[in-house]
């Protein structure tokens, strides 16, 4: 057991970080959705999302660290940071490279979010959205050389984590298509506001009407000839 510490500390900090860091984009992904109401408020889960962020980060420092001081793997400096460099026997090198990639596009997001207020903000949000694809990354990474992956806690946990997130990504487009349509859709036409007609009669200081009826100033439709028998005969020639 003692020998094998480092592997057990990796294996589970690779664990947090990644459960983290899809707890993490799946707040974000929600905050401007709006889909939870005004309860919790956006500045709570702005912090939550920022803390999961940064605990996906401490946790990824330990996970590497725990293995650079693992006896078994041996890895050096190069093998954590250049991607397709590191051989582990009984993994790909692929499956390494792309854990190199998630951490490296972790590192970018974390660190332009630390520097934000310096940087144009275009060039954050490019960056910040690539937490994305550093999560596909980290997941392929961690089907493809984790040992614990086929414990069926871990599986049910990962999975669930990556649904949730797709779930919320598909809520958050479609809402977003909604609001462009509404924005686009030219504003309804205004009908013209009715006269205020009042019914009861006003009478004026000299006995007259003021207010008379439609019908006592312009002449309506001449009245209906009655339904039958009551037309003047027609006349001939
Ligand atoms: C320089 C970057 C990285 C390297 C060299 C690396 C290396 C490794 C290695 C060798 C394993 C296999 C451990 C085992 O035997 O189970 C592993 C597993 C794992 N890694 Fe990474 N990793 C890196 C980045 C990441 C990142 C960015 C994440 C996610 C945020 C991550 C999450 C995981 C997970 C969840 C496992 C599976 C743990 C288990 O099954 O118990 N790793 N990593």
């Known amino acids: 057991m003692a020998d094998q510490i480092f592997w057990y500390i990796s294996r589970s900090a690779g664990l947090v970080s990644w459960l983290a860091a899809a707890g993490s984009i799946l707040v974000g992904t929600l905050i401007p959705s709006r889909i939870l109401g ?22 990824l420092l330990i ?31 692929t499956s ?20 934000r207020d310096r940087i144009p903000p275009d060039w954050w949000r490019t960056i910040h959205l690539s937490a994305y694809a ?24 990962g999975t669930s984590a990556i649904t949730a997130v797709l779930l919320a990504l598909v809520v958050r487009i479609r809402r977003r298509q909604r609001a ?15 006269p205020i007609v009042t ?22 439709p001449s009245p209906r000839p009655p339904a039958s028998g009551h037309h003047p005969p027609p006349t001939r020639g």
């Open 134 to 157: 550093s999560l596909v990354l980290g997941t392929a990474h961690a089907f493809l050389a984790g040992s614990d992956i086929t414990n069926p806690i871990v599986a049910a946990l």
């Open 180 to 194: 462009k349509r509404r924005r686009d859709e030219p504003p309804p036409t205004t009908r013209p506001e009715p």
């Open 96 to 115: 390494i490279a792309l854990g190199v990639l998630a951490a490296w596009m972790m590192a970018a997001v974390e660190l332009t979010s630390l520097i």
């Open 38 to 59: 005004r309860r919790p408020t956006i500045p709570w889960l702005t912090d939550l999302h920022r803390m999961l962020g940064a605990l996906a980060s401490v946790f």
């Open 199 to 220: 019914t009861s009669p006003v009478i004026g200081d000299h006995g007259g009407l003021l207010n008379p009826r439609p019908s006592e100033t312009t002449p309506g």
């Open 63 to 93: 996970h590497l660290a725990a293995l650079w001081f693992d006896h078994f793997v041996q890895l050096r400096f190069d093998d954590l940071l250049i991607p397709w460099v590191a051989d582990i026997p009984g993994l790909s090198r």
